[in-house]
């Protein structure tokens, strides 16, 4: 019986609320709710203190981007992306609604001309890959024409459910952005949702 009640349950929507924590986070660790504490920031050494600055003051509109995807993939009961089957992930009938910022992370990112990803490794790019059979490296300079530096923004959310009767973690979401510029358009994308 009640196994019948929680399947015929209505899914029902959230709007997206972020729970503002003030405790200072004095290790800049990771955290969860029960932590309470302000968000691990991480600041990688190719941006220049006048980008750094850009990108934070921009943390608002990065939080209103944030929630327009909560809410559109997680949060709208007509989302045709969530399932209210028994053992779905993630669950609508869980999710409060609620959230907040577990790490934020501004760095660089690099590309080709084709879109692939470098990264920096012994004061060089470098693209590795794998092609079925071995991984392969390919190698740029620093300053090569070939490459586009970007700046780039992780926001590392985490949702909470109320599974068990009491408000706990339930899902995290990482977004990531990429911007020719700082002043760039923001756009974010889904990198990945998982159980926290």
């Known amino acids: 019986m009640d196994f019948l009640k929680l399947f015929r349950k209505k899914k029902e929507g959230a709007r997206p609320c972020r729970i503002v924590f003030e405790k200072e986070n004095t290790e800049n660790t990771y955290i969860t709710l029960e932590d309470g504490m302000k968000p691990r920031i991480d600041r990688d050494d190719c941006l220049t203190d006048q980008e750094y600055q850009a990108l934070t003051a921009r943390w608002e509109e990065m939080l209103a981007l944030a929630e327009e995807i909560l809410w ?3 949060l709208n009961p007509d989302s045709d992306d969530l399932l209210s089957e028994e053992d779905s992930f993630p669950d609508i009938r869980y999710l409060t609604g609620n959230y907040y910022v577990g790490d934020v992370s501004y760095g660089c990112s690099y590309r080709d001309r084709d879109g692939r990803a470098y990264h920096i490794k012994e004061g060089r790019l470098r693209h590795k890959h794998h092609n079925g059979k071995e991984w392969l490296e390919e190698w740029q300079e620093l300053d090569s024409p070939e490459i ?13 459910g109320n599974e068990n009767g009491t408000e706990e973690d339930y899902m995290g979401l990482d977004l990531i952005a990429e911007l020719d510029t700082p002043d760039s358009p923001i756009e974010f994308e889904i990198l990945s949702h998982d159980v926290i």
């Open 148 to 160: 586009t530096r970007r700046c780039r923004i992780l926001l590392s959310l985490s949702l909470t």
């Open 72 to 74: 559109r993939n997680y």
